[in-house]
Every structure is written in structure tokens, then in C-alpha cells.
């Protein structure tokens, strides 16, 4: 029977929409989604409910400040969401605006920065910029908040919308799950003998958007830009070796490591590269490397949620979302998390 969006759907009250993060990071819950239980506990007891030798996988891309303001040469408002940042002075974006520019036409933003319209296709235009994009957003852009965040970015969104182990910019949404991990918890996961290892998927705006078809079959996944490290795939087969489980931080963390699985005579293996992914994993999908997931919660109808369905299980994800919303977890980007395990179709 066909996969359909209404098979994602739950009910949740817009109270639990958390609009800003925990007092501290490893403060937030977690929701254990094991065989057939739940639990519940807070983010700070994760070392507690993983095992010695168990390997992390984090998405170590930064988030850029990836929102402008500016204006049309004839005068009216415009707002840009950087997409991607295609080469120095190049990016993809959307743009908010109440007449689509067309090509030619040239946008300033403040401080006399130009911005010229290269190319319209779909929902994304190709911009050039009269300086260095990244140098242009660090300079003039606002932290891009969710869109189910209410309020405009604060100066705790800058540090608390952002992993404390970021590294590579380009990403304007954050891997969310890893939100919750703060130095102290690193350390005291290291001095359990966990292992960490870490890859980077630029989340892209497309995270956001909705499933607009009723048959998922018709959907097609936005792209996202991954790479991972030869680093990483060592340590993946290290674990493995060992039989020790591997544990991604967050479905961007799930989606680059699946993208990068290759079989190699009856079993898969990872390999290093970089690329892009379009990866769309609904129930029904046989994972290859991940066997555990730290992930926050998902909103309804969501690609997203789809993917959390098809590693748990559809039936035992949507009671543990029953679950939490009656416990009144916190949900989205600022809310608490999950560690679920691989349930096999």
C-alpha cells in the first residue's frame, strides 16, 4: 500500500513549540524508545544509557547568519535566506519580496552592499555579491530561526542556536539533536569510553519545507551537501569490529552516513568523500551503518518524521510522540530529544 503524508500526522498544541532553548544545554529531556518501552530522563543521563565503546557520529557544520534585509533599486523590501553559498561571491537563496526580480535586476543591502540577481529557477535565485558572501553575512545577517519561532533571532540565538562542536559553516538551519550536548557532557561521554567521530551536512532551508504531494512516492527531496572524513569512515569500522553500536547525533547525521554506505560483497561499508544527497528514507528502508539516533522531535507531516518512523518503527515513534505530548515535552529546534533504537522491517 502506498506511503502517504496523512500517515505522519499527530496532534500537538502550540504551547509545546519550545521558542527558546533550556537554561543549559544538557539540561533538556530525553525520551529512551526501546523494544516495546519507553522512558523518560533528562540529556544529562545519556552517558548512563549508552555502553563502553559505542561510537558517535556528530554533524560538525556551522550555522551561518544567513538572513538579509535590503531593498529593490525601485525601492521595495526584500528579505534573503542564503541557501548555499556557492563560491565566494555566489549563493542560492530564497527570497521574500512582493515582486519577483527578474534577472539583472540589483538589490543593495546596507551599507551600500550590492547584490545582483544572476538567475531565477523554482524557489531559489542565483545571487552575486559585491563582497565575500560569508564576510557579507557575518557582517549583516541575522540568525535564520525556524519558522515555528516566533520571535526575531535574540542574542542567545547566536550561541544557543549553534553546536558547541561547530566547525564548518554553511548550514542555515542547525543539526538540532546536538544542541544538547555541552562540553562538560563531552567529557564526561570521552571519559566513559565513548568514541566520537564526525562528519558535515550543510542543512539547507529545504528542511523546512512541506511535503506538498499526498503519495510520498511523488516527493522529491531537497539536496544537501555532505562530506565525510576518512577519519570517520575508520572509526565506523573500528566499531563495528569491536561490536560496538553506532550512534548518529541528529537524521542529518543519519542521512549523510546512509548516503555514503557502499556494499562490498555481502556487507556495506562507508566511504569517505563529499557530494550531495537527496536521500528521502521512509518506512520501509533498510539502514546500513546507523543503529541508534539521538533526534529531537519532528513536526507532523515532515520528511523528517518520516525518517525517525522508518528507523523505529512508524507505530512505536507516533506513541512515543503521544507519549511526550502528554508528558509535555518541549518540541522542534529549542525542544527535548530521543534516543531511539534500529528497528529492522
Not at 563502553?52 to 556551522?62: A, E, H, Q
Not at 550531495?276 to 519532528?298: K, Q
Amino acid at each position: 500500500m502506498p506511503l502517504r503524508t496523512d500517515d505522519f500526522d499527530y496532534r500537538l498544541p502550540n504551547e509545546l513549540i519550545a521558542q527558546h532553548p533550556a537554561s543549559e544545554r544538557s539540561s533538556s529531556r530525553l525520551l529512551r524508545v526501546g523494544a516495546d518501552a519507553l522512558s523518560d530522563h533528562g540529556f544529562g543521563e545519556l552517558p548512563s544509557l549508552l555502553s563502553d565503546g559505542d561510537l558517535l557520529v556528530f554533524n560538525d557544520t556551522r550555522v551561518i547568519k544567513a538572513r538579509l534585509y535590503g531593498r529593490k533599486q525601485t525601492g521595495g523590501r526584500v528579505e534573503i535566506l542564503v541557501e548555499r553559498v556557492l563560491g565566494s561571491n555566489e549563493a542560492l537563496a530564497q527570497m521574500r519580496v512582493s515582486k519577483p526580480p527578474a534577472a539583472g535586476a540589483r538589490l543593495v543591502l546596507e551599507e551600500d552592499i550590492a547584490v545582483d540577481v544572476l538567475e531565477h529557477a523554482g524557489e531559489l535565485y542565483r545571487l552575486r555579491f559585491n563582497e565575500p558572501v560569508l564576510q557579507v553575512l557575518e557582517k549583516r545577517g541575522r540568525v535564520p530561526l525556524p519558522p515555528y519561532i516566533t520571535h526575531a533571532a535574540l542574542d542567545e540565538d547566536e550561541s544557543r542556536y549553534q553546536t558547541v562542536y561547530a566547525r564548518e559553516p554553511g548550514a542555515v538551519a542547525a543539526p538540532t539533536a546536538g544542541l544538547h550536548f555541552d562540553q562538560a557532557l563531552l567529557d564526561t561521554l570521552r571519559a566513559r569510553g565513548i568514541a566520537f567521530a564526525s562528519l558535515t551536512l550543510h542543512v539547507g532551508a529545504g528542511t523546512f519545507q512541506p511535503v506538498r504531494v499526498k503519495d510520498l512516492a511523488q516527493h522529491r527531496m531537497h539536496a544537501e551537501w555532505y562530506s565525510i572524513p576518512e577519519a570517520t569512515c575508520r572509526a565506523v569500522s573500528d566499531a563495528r569490529r569491536r561490536k560496538a553500536r553506532i550512534i548518529a547525533v541528529g537524521t542529518t547525521t543519519v542521512r549523510a552516513l546512509e548516503s555514503a554506505a557502499r556494499q562490498v560483497e555481502d556487507h556495506w561499508e562507508l566511504t569517505p568523500g563529499s557530494g550531495e544527497t537527496r536521500l528521502f528514507i521512509v518506512p520501509g528502508y533498510r539502514f546500513r551503518i546507523v543503529e541508534r539516533m539521538i533526534t529531537n522531535f519532528h513536526l507532523p507531516r515532515s520528511t523528517l518524521l518520516m525518517l525517525v518512523c522508518a528507523f523505529g518503527g512508524r507505530d512505536a515513534v507516533l506513541a512515543a510522540y503521544e507519549h511526550a505530548v502528554r508528558q509535555r515535552y518541549r518540541f522542534f529546534s529549542y525542544g527535548d530529544a530521543m534516543l531511539i533504537d534500529r528497528v529492522d522491517p
